[in-house]
Structure formats: C-alpha cells, structure tokens
C-alpha cells in the first residue's frame, strides 16, 4: 500500500513518495491494483454476512524521468501519476486527493504491452 497503512474508509490516502524510489531502482513493472468492499467487513462480519470485496487491476507501467533528474518534485508527479492509475479503478467517491488526476495524461508512465 503506498499510502504506508491500512484505511478502514476506503479512500485514497497520500501516498509516500519512497514508493517511487523503490520502483525507480528496481526497475519493476508496476501494476496498479484497487480493492473495495474492506471498508465493510467490521459491519458484515457482526451480522454473519458476505461482505461483498471487489479486486480490479489497471495496465502494467513502468516509470520513465524522460532524462529528467529525479528531483522532490519530479518524484512526486510520478507519484500523483501512478496514484492516478489505482485511483481511475475506483468508484469517484473513493478516489480522494488523486480524483483530479484521473483524466490526465501521464507523463512519466510508460505502458507495458
């Protein structure tokens, strides 16, 4: 989770940019990855019923500076871009502070075929 913890609402949190560094030296694939329906388990769970979790995978990315030097801000707009990417797999009302970013074109991600 890049936002650094658990969240019982199930909106987007901020994420902490040392999620970039790590991908950056790896050099991985990435693959955005959203869940919902946690939010709901305490609540199911009490009751004995099926709470309801939905899995969704975006495209698989890779992170490109464009030659670029990876400064502060450079790795937080690759950031907000690739927190972008799980938040475009989420309801709206659950997308947080990436919302604005979702309709955006991606800079710094480069997609895998």
Known sequence: MPEGTRNYNGVLQNAHPGVITLAMR???PI???ATTGAEHFSDHIKKFKRCPFRF???PVFRLNPHGEKVTGD???AMLMEAMAQIAALLPEEQ???YAPYVKNSPHYLEFVE
């Open 26 to 28: 790896s050099g991985a």
């Open 31 to 33: 693959q955005a990855i």
């Open 56 to 58: 969704a995978a975006g």
């Open 74 to 76: 450079v790795r937080q």
């Open 95 to 97: 997308q947080g502070i």
